[in-house]
């Protein structure tokens, strides 16, 4: 069974400390690993998909990177806009979709 | 603007009503899933839809049915609610499986009493 563990549950930051977001996972033939974004009240949205160890890819303030085991969301300098929870997901060998339960994470100005 | 539109967006229910999630599409995409979002639990996937016409049971299917319509509606029915069922649920499409990721609509908050 797929299995995907997001780290810290929360995470508070002031406005410009850069930090980064943990999520292991467990997964029969990863096909892919998915990192949304989801703001209250709203539906999470599509940020990044990474396919293989040693993938990076960056979105503005956002760079996501993939091992065997993890996947870590770094953000640099963030602003309060950053604010909001993150959701790693895989897709492996199932054909399903494994989501977390995500970090979320607000940004003090 | 192009993407999934959910109805309703909120609910209450009394215990052993029933109703329908209505769920559509307009980005000509061939999957269609049904999530409902606990706090501490995550997205749990209820049900999904490959392809116009096939439907397929996801973790936690029971107590809930769902319909295919046509490649632009699927929706999801209780038949008769539980407090347990008290969420949020998300609809989500995506072109061709999950490889080009899920496109999700902004939910419906559903209570059960």
């Not at chain 1, 990044?48 to 996501?64: H, I, M, N, P, V």
């Not at chain 2, 009394?14 to 995550?42: E, F, I, V």
């Not at chain 2, 069922?85 to 999950?98: D, E, K, R």
């Amino acid at each position: 069974e797929d299995q995907v563990t997001q780290s810290p549950e929360a995470l508070r930051l002031q406005e410009g400390e850069s930090s980064s977001l943990n999520c292991s996972y467990t997964v029969s033939g990863l096909r892919g690993l998915f990192w949304y974004r989801q703001d209250p009240g709203k539906g999470p949205e599509f940020l990044f998909t990474l396919y293989s160890a040693g993938e990076e890819k960056e979105k503005e303030r956002l760079k996501a990177t993939l091992t065997k085991k993890e996947s870590f969301l770094h953000i640099t300098a963030p602003k309060p806009e950053d604010s909001a929870t993150y959701l790693c997901a895989v897709y492996g060998g199932n054909e399903k979709l494994t989501f977390g339960t995500g970090t979320r994470l607000t940004i003090i100005p | 603007n192009a993407g999934v539109t959910q109805t309703p967006k909120f609910q209450v229910l009394k215990t052993g009503q029933s109703m329908t999630l209505q769920c559509a599409q307009d980005m000509n995409h061939n999957s269609m899933y049904w999530y409902r979002q606990d706090p501490g639990m995550g997205l749990r996937l209820i049900y999904y839809s490959a392809s116009e016409g096939t439907t397929d049971k996801g973790e936690v299917p029971n107590g809930y049915n769902v319909s295919r319509l046509n490649k632009r509606e699927f929706s999801l029915r209780l038949e008769s609610a539980a407090p347990s069922q008290t969420s949020v649920y998300f609809c989500a499409s995506s072109a061709q499986g999950a490889d080009y990721g899920y496109t999700f609509g902004s939910g419906t908050r559903l209570t059960v009493v």
